[in-house]
């Protein structure tokens, strides 16, 4: 597939490094300029670019938000992200570093908002980092694999990120609904930034 990621931190990087190791063509962006993502560039190699976001919109079937959620407003006009699967991994912190209180609403509920025509899968954002960057396993039996949480209204869409995630080593768990799954991966809940494999995190879920 053609992956388009906004944001190139932790989370962006570590998914660029990943995807491309599984053979996806990856567009990495940041919002300083492709120059600067050019030694992100070099240590990935081969099917990795560096692009605007708005480049990576276009490049990508699927398209990885990984910047902070505080500057949402940055992002490339909606209509770009009309009928992609776009992978929310973005969590809603203030600079400071505190969660934005959004009421009963869900940070992808948000986002959904402003690219309405896209479909839109919550993913990525739970996981600590580290733990992405060394945690895949490629072999044995998926339930024993780390567990990377999603949740989505749409499907399709549902089952095309869970490829991906088996494909870069983990096990999809599904959470629910935008809304529903959405509220179980905020920051500070159960799930958020512990490590579990797929059976365990089945098992919390019950």
Not at 62 to 88: C, N, S, T, Y
Request: no cysteine; glycine share 12%.
């Amino acid at each position: 597939m053609q992956i388009g990621i906004i944001g190139a931190g932790h989370i962006g990087g570590t998914l660029a490094r990943l995807f491309a190791n599984a053979g996806h063509d990856v567009a990495v962006s940041n919002s300083r300029g492709p120059d600067t993502l050019a030694s992100l560039v070099a240590s990935i190699g081969g099917n990795v670019h560096a692009e605007t976001p708005e480049g990576a919109v276009k490049f990508g079937d699927v398209i990885v938000l990984g910047m902070p959620w505080r500057r949402i407003d940055e992002l490339p006009p909606a209509e770009g992200f009309a009928g992609k699967v776009v992978i929310d991994a973005m969590n809603p912190y203030s600079a400071t570093g505190h969660v934005i209180d959004l009421g009963d609403r869900t940070s992808s509920e948000e986002v959904a908002k402003r690219m309405p025509k896209a479909r839109l899968v919550k993913a990525f954002n739970t996981i600590y980092w580290k733990t992405l960057e060394t945690g895949s396993r490629l072999q044995g039996p998926m339930e024993d694999r780390q567990a990377i949480f999603l949740a989505a209204d749409d499907p399709e869409a549902t089952a095309v990120v869970a490829k991906l995630i088996e494909q870069i080593g983990f096990a999809p768990v599904h959470t629910g609904s935008l809304r529903e799954g959405g509220r179980r991966q905020r920051p500070n809940s159960s799930l958020y930034g512990r490590p579990m494999t797929a059976r365990q995190a089945r098992d919390l879920l019950r």
